[in-house]
C-alpha cells in the first residue's frame, strides 16, 4: 500500500505524526505492508513546500521545529493554499490538523469536505468538522471511496473507534461515559487538594494547560463536541455540540468538591452519550458525583477515560493521555494503518 501524503497544518499535532513516520518506516512497511512519502506541506504559519517527487520530511520537521519556515527547503511549488494543495498536489492521503472550530467547522470542515470529493483518504484530530458535518462527510466517503478516519478527535491517541475494528469487534454499545478533558479534570483534581477554582484555573494556564481565554473546557465546549462525535458515530445521531446538554466546572465550588471525598466519592466533569428509553441517542457533559468504586473516579490530573457499556464484555474502560505530540501524533499513524487495513480487505 503506498500513501502519498500531505499535510494540511504542520503544528504539533502534525510534526507528531511526521516523527513516527520516520521513526516507524521499516515497522509500516514489514508488519503493514505499508509504504510512504510525503508530496506536500501546507502551514498558515510556516509556509507551503509540494514535490511529487517527495519531500525531505526529516528536514521539514526540524526546519519547523526551529521555529523557520518549510518554504526554505527544496521543493516543485511553494506558496499554495491549503484547498490549492489538496487539489494539485496528487496525494491520494490528507493529513488535515489545523486549528478547531465548533462554530462552523472551518477551515478544517472544507479542506476534508474537499479531499474526500476527489476520493482521497482523510486522518484528522480536528473534532470541529466531525462533531458539526460527520453525516455529510461519511456520505461523501461512502460515495466517492476515500477512507475517514478521526481517531484523535476524542482522546488524542488512546483508542476510542479502532478499539471495534479488533478488540471490540462486533460488541454493541449501549452507553460511552468518560472523562475527556484533561483541563477540566486537572482542575478538580487539584481542587479537591482545598485550592480554589480560581487560584487552580490561574495556574493551569501559567502550566500552559489552560487556554488564556478557558471558556472551551472549563465551560465544558471541549467535552460538548466530543460527546457528539461519540453519540454521532456510535448511535447514529446527527447532535451538533450546542444540541449537547452541557454544563462546565466554573461554578463547582470548593465545598462542593471536599464534600464530594467527605462522601466516598468524587466530582468529575463526565461527557456522556446513550440511547434513551425509545432507542433516541443522547448526549450531555456536567459535573458529576462518583462513588470511589467506580473506574473513572481514580482518574486524576490531565489523564483522560472512557467506559463503554458493551452487550458482550460488560463495562469496559479503557484509560490513556488526551493530549500531547507523541499521543496525538500517534492517532494519525493508526488511523493511516486502519485504512490501509480496510482498503485490503
Same mark, same amino acid.
Given at each position: 500500500?503506498?500513501?502519498?501524503?500531505?499535510?494540511?497544518?504542520?503544528?504539533?499535532?502534525?510534526?507528531?505524526?511526521?516523527?513516527?513516520?520516520?521513526?516507524?518506516?521499516?515497522?509500516?512497511?514489514?508488519?503493514?505492508?505499508?509504504?510512504?512519502?510525503?508530496?506536500?506541506?501546507?502551514?498558515?504559519?510556516?509556509?507551503?513546500?509540494?514535490?511529487?517527487?517527495?519531500?525531505?520530511?526529516?528536514?521539514? @520537521?526540524?526546519?519547523?521545529?526551529?521555529? #523557520?519556515?518549510?518554504? *526554505?527547503?527544496? +521543493?516543485?511549488?511553494?506558496?499554495?493554499? &491549503? $484547498? !490549492?494543495?489538496?487539489?494539485?498536489?496528487?496525494?491520494?492521503? @490528507?493529513?488535515?490538523?489545523?486549528?478547531? #472550530?465548533?462554530?462552523? *467547522?472551518?477551515? +478544517?470542515?472544507?479542506?476534508?469536505?474537499? &479531499? $474526500? !470529493?476527489?476520493?482521497?483518504?482523510?486522518?484528522?484530530?480536528?473534532?470541529?468538522?466531525?462533531?458539526?458535518?460527520?453525516?455529510?462527510?461519511?456520505?461523501?466517503?461512502?460515495?466517492?471511496?476515500?477512507?475517514?478516519?478521526?481517531?484523535?478527535?476524542?482522546?488524542?491517541?488512546?483508542?476510542?473507534?479502532?478499539?471495534?475494528?479488533?478488540?471490540?469487534?462486533?460488541?454493541?454499545?449501549?452507553?460511552?461515559?468518560?472523562?475527556?478533558?484533561?483541563?477540566?479534570?486537572?482542575?478538580?483534581?487539584?481542587?479537591?487538594?482545598?485550592?480554589?477554582?480560581?487560584?487552580?484555573?490561574?495556574?493551569?494556564?501559567?502550566?500552559?494547560?489552560?487556554?488564556?481565554?478557558?471558556?472551551?473546557?472549563?465551560?465544558?465546549?471541549?467535552?460538548?463536541?466530543?460527546?457528539?462525535?461519540?453519540?454521532?458515530?456510535?448511535?447514529?445521531?446527527?447532535?451538533?455540540?450546542?444540541?449537547?446538554?452541557?454544563?462546565?466546572?466554573?461554578?463547582?465550588?470548593?465545598?462542593?468538591?471536599?464534600?464530594?471525598?467527605?462522601?466516598?466519592?468524587?466530582?468529575?466533569?463526565?461527557?456522556?452519550?446513550?440511547?434513551?428509553?425509545?432507542?433516541?441517542?443522547?448526549?450531555?457533559?456536567?459535573?458529576?458525583?462518583?462513588?470511589?468504586?467506580?473506574?473513572?473516579?481514580?482518574?486524576?490530573?490531565?489523564?483522560?477515560?472512557?467506559?463503554?457499556?458493551?452487550?458482550?464484555?460488560?463495562?469496559?474502560?479503557?484509560?490513556?493521555?488526551?493530549?500531547?505530540?507523541?499521543?496525538?501524533?500517534?492517532?494519525?499513524?493508526?488511523?493511516?494503518?486502519?485504512?490501509?487495513?480496510?482498503?485490503?480487505?
Amino acid at each position: 500500500m503506498r500513501f502519498d501524503i500531505a499535510f494540511i497544518g504542520f503544528g504539533t499535532v502534525g510534526r507528531g505524526f511526521a516523527d513516527l513516520l520516520l521513526e516507524k518506516r521499516e515497522l509500516l512497511k514489514k508488519a503493514y505492508g505499508i509504504e510512504w512519502k510525503v508530496v506536500a506541506i501546507s502551514d498558515i504559519k510556516g509556509g507551503s513546500v509540494m514535490d511529487p517527487k517527495g519531500i525531505d520530511l526529516a528536514e521539514a @520537521v526540524r526546519l519547523a521545529d526551529s521555529g #523557520n519556515g518549510i518554504e *526554505g527547503m527544496g +521543493g516543485e511549488k511553494k506558496g499554495l493554499g &491549503a $484547498l !490549492e494543495t489538496i487539489r494539485e498536489s496528487g496525494a491520494n492521503f @490528507v493529513v488535515e490538523v489545523t486549528w478547531t #472550530n465548533i462554530k462552523d *467547522g472551518e477551515p +478544517g470542515y472544507s479542506h476534508i469536505k474537499a &479531499a $474526500l !470529493e476527489m476520493g482521497k483518504h482523510v486522518a484528522t484530530t480536528n473534532k470541529g468538522p466531525i462533531s458539526l458535518h460527520y453525516r455529510e462527510l461519511m456520505r461523501i466517503s461512502s460515495e466517492r471511496g476515500g477512507r475517514l478516519r478521526f481517531e484523535g478527535t476524542v482522546l488524542s491517541g488512546t483508542p476510542v473507534f479502532n478499539l471495534f475494528d479488533g478488540p471490540l469487534a462486533a460488541s454493541g454499545v449501549s452507553s460511552i461515559r468518560g472523562i475527556v478533558n484533561g483541563t477540566t479534570n486537572l482542575i478538580l483534581s487539584e481542587m479537591e487538594k482545598g485550592r480554589t477554582y480560581s487560584e487552580v484555573l490561574k495556574e493551569a494556564q501559567r502550566m500552559g494547560y489552560a487556554e488564556a481565554d478557558p471558556t472551551m473546557d472549563v465551560e465544558g465546549w471541549d467535552a460538548a463536541a466530543k460527546a457528539a462525535i461519540l453519540a454521532n458515530h456510535f448511535f447514529g445521531a446527527d447532535i451538533k455540540p450546542d444540541a449537547v446538554a452541557r454544563r462546565g466546572i466554573s461554578g463547582v465550588t470548593l465545598e462542593e468538591v471536599t464534600g464530594a471525598i467527605r462522601k466516598g466519592g468524587r466530582i468529575k466533569l463526565i461527557a456522556k452519550a446513550w440511547r434513551g428509553d425509545r432507542g433516541e441517542a443522547r448526549a450531555e457533559v456536567a459535573p458529576t458525583w462518583l462513588p470511589a468504586s467506580d473506574p473513572l473516579a481514580s482518574i486524576g490530573g490531565v489523564t483522560n477515560a472512557l467506559t463503554f457499556s458493551t452487550d458482550t464484555l460488560g463495562d469496559i474502560t479503557i484509560v490513556g493521555p488526551g493530549a500531547g505530540r507523541r499521543a496525538t501524533g500517534y492517532a494519525l499513524l493508526s488511523d493511516m494503518i486502519s485504512i490501509a487495513r480496510s482498503l485490503a480487505h
